[in-house]
């Protein structure tokens, strides 16, 4: 949700390096771009910003050592060239993620003062808190922390002041990373911005504030001002893992990275599986929580520990957690799943959940994210970086891991192990041309179909709605899951002649669902191990026990990404969506 971006060192070219670095944030937000170039000479704050996807953007900037830029998904005022960071008020430029809660309270104030605004957005009203602070005569340092404590909500901001060289940051609940490269510095929402140029980097946490110039970095506590120090971390993320390479769009290449990701998510020490099953253990109430796909992720978890393990889950929707926030207290295990780590409505469940004694177990894919560092267990999911908005790899890995910890709840790790790593081998042999191939294919057949239905039951039920998800993001057509055996209760009302209705799995019951439908006019599109007479298209996915939810998701998300590629969409940066959503 917004991707954020510095650079401080002795090359001029900072404005060129920013914009580079923010390309591979676009996944962050599409709407618009901006980069402040500190210009070299006359010191200026020379901004140049404008509306549209960063990557087609290919423009000259002034000379200068210090940029900042922003890529922009729109939270508060709509799409355009005025609401695009950065913002600029007397000294001031700033860049900002996140959302400033109760900026109308403050923006009322300045109005009434005469102050004018070029914008709608929340930011500007912080650049017009900290220019003011500055006007009564406090340091940028000092200005920039006074104004953290009057904003609510959560957020990160660069700031670069007129004649003060430097870049300044701070952080409250939304992600910044410093990179130190030597002699040149960088600060960013996620890694991939200046990976080409360094893996050595320090995590800021919440709470904390950094000033950057050249090679120099400090770390401030944004409460006291006191100088901190940070401990310095090589990531193991090579360039390669967050590029596209041979293949035309992240999805697909997530898609592919399957053939060993899921063999990577379950590649964990037993001692470690151990700790997580003891939390669990000590519980007497279990909550999954998660959000749009990790939430169906969780949903099929459900059954895997119901089956493996004899554990009753309660999976909900994190931001439906507040309506049962009663039954949350010491002795919770609150489980928290997430690829990026950094979702707002997740991160509000665990503060809520801890202020209450929950203990908190997280599984994510990015082990510096904040849910990772607040949780008491954490579970690296190892699928690498997904940077396509329509997860895949991560989901695929989630599922895996979540599978061999029922497994292991059930005291049986090493059977899960057995049974993910043949599924793992099983979806490698699978990932061929020639299947993709078949798949689009059948996508060909229906991508003019305004409205598709997928059922399932069992785990499969919520792979239908996953699939639901998938093909809703990325084509535009309106999908819809169903547990196969609920279609009779409504949806087949909506069932009409040429309608196509995936059916996964090839239970007897499943297959009489497809029966049920296809009396009604329905095309079938089997999504199983075994043919079936009654599919009129049949898609084959291994038969992987009690992991054909895993096996079954992959040529779905295939299925998903033709039918954006056919309709001439991007299936990369779906309108209106984010990666990595840190608002509520
Ligand atoms: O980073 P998270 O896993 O917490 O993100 C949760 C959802 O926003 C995410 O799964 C979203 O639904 C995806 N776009 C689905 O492909």
Known sequence: MC???????????????????LKTLEYRGYDSWGVSVREAGSNDLVVTKDIGKISNVNVPFPKGKEAVGHTRWATHGGVTVANSHPHQVGDVTLVHNGIFENYAEHKKRFLAAGSVFNSDTDTEVIGHIISELLNDGLSPAEAIRTACTKIEGRFSILVMFKDVPGIYAARRGSPLIIGRDKDQTF?????????????????????????????????????????????????PWKLEHAEKGEYKHFMLKEIFDQK????????HEDDVLNKAVELLKSSNGTYLVACGTAHKVCLAAE???????????????????????????QRTAMVAVSQSGETADILEVFERAKARGAKLLSLTNVESSSVARMSDVHLPINAGPEKAVASTKATTAQMALLLLLAHADAGKINQGRELLSTTSSAINDLLNPRYEEHIRAVAAKYVDRPNMFIIGRGPLYPIALEAAIKIQEVSYIHAQGFAAGEIKHGPLALIEEGVPCMVLGDELETISNAIELKTRGAKIIGVSSENADIFDDWIKVPDAGCAQAIATLIPVQIFSYHLALLRNLDPDMPRNLAKSVTVK
């Open 3 to 21: 991707g954020i971006f510095a650079v401080t060192g002795p090359e001029q070219d900072a404005g060129s390096q920013v914009l580079k670095g």
């Open 187 to 235: 600060i960013a929402s996620d890694i991939p911005a200046f990976l080409e140029k360094t893996r050595l980097v320090n995590y800021l946490d919440d709470d904390e504030m950094v000033f950057i110039e050249g090679g120099k970095v400090q770390f401030y506590d944004l409460d006291s001002g006191e100088e901190i120090t940070k401990r310095d971390i090589e990531v």
């Open 260 to 267: 060993d990701s899921i063999a990577r998510a379950i590649n």
């Open 303 to 329: 059954y895997f520990f119901s089956q493996i393990s004899g554990r009753k889950i309660n999976v909900v929707a994190a931001s439906e957690v507040p309506y049962f926030e009663r039954f949350i207290n």
